[in-house]
């Protein structure tokens, strides 16, 4: 299962999957989107017997609780997550930045995730044989802030303690839970990158952006390990992006 399927990275995944084999589903708020990707997944078509495309908002508990149902009606268990949807907020001094805009960011990418991933234990715990494996999207920000992102980058550091909890809590059950951080694939969320962005120095300037496929390849690496092998944290980024000294 792939949320936030529509564009960018959770696309990208959808399709580096399909070609290992697995089938997928697919979660996202937008249908024309799902659907592309489903066409792009199946090759042939949205209605490929390996693909379910399934509108989902992560921040509804009965939504994300109809598309775990969804996957399991149709494929009779659920054996990967890769928690991906998420949202950036408007790039704002913090004292500009509304509860509203704040709020909204928590509410998919931590509270969207949480969601995910309760549902994905819940059916990984249950199934015969037990078992699964979650990925969690983090991101850079989960380790340094860009400047005017702090409901990102507070997300993606709790994304790091909801990785870990989930790796200890899975243990009993062989669920292994890994994250994959994340430095401007280019998507439609990096736009911005490649026209220019605030710098920490005040400046703004171009950034360096990687192909979304180069990603999508080292989630499939992590989704093949056999769940007696987990890979606990990567970090995928542009080569040269201001992260590494002073950028």
């Not at 494929?75 to 704002?92: E, K, Q, Y």
């Not at 909890?165 to 890994?178: N, T, V």
């Not at 989630?219 to 992260?243: I, R």
Request: hydrophobic content about 45%; overall charge neutral; charged content about 20%.
């Amino acid at each position: 299962m792939v949320t936030g399927a529509g564009s960018g990275i959770g696309r990208a995944v959808a399709v580096a999957l399909a070609a290992d084999h697995w089938a997928v589903v697919l979660a996202g708020r937008r249908v024309e989107a799902l659907e592309e990707t489903a066409r792009q997944v199946g090759y042939a078509g949205i209605e490929s017997p390996a693909v379910l495309p399934v509108p989902t908002d992560v921040t509804r508990p009965d939504q994300v609780d109809a598309l775990f149902a969804a996957a399991r009606d149709r494929f009779g268990r659920v054996d990967l997550l890769f928690n991906n949807a998420g949202a950036f907020g408007p790039p704002v001094p913090l004292e500009e930045l509304s509860y509203e805009d704040w709020r909204a960011v928590v509410d998919v990418n931590l509270n969207g995730a949480f969601l995910c991933a309760r549902a994905a234990f819940r059916a990984m715990k249950e199934q015969d044989p037990q078992g699964g494996r979650i990925i969690n999207n983090g991101s850079i920000s989960a380790h340094v802030p860009r400047p005017h992102s702090i409901a990102y980058t507070a997300t993606k550091h709790a994304m790091t303690g909801l990785t870990k909890s989930l790796s200890l809590d899975g243990r009993p059950y062989r669920i292994a839970c890994g994250q994959i951080d994340i430095g401007n694939a280019a998507t439609e969320m990096t736009g911005r990158m490649r026209t220019g962005t605030l710098q920490a120095s005040g400046r703004t300037e171009v950034e360096p952006v990687m192909d979304a496929a180069d990603v999508a390849r080292t989630v499939a690496h992590m989704a093949a390990l056999p769940l007696e092998a987990n890979v606990q944290f990567a970090t995928v980024m542009a080569t040269t992006m201001p992260y590494i000294g002073r950028g």
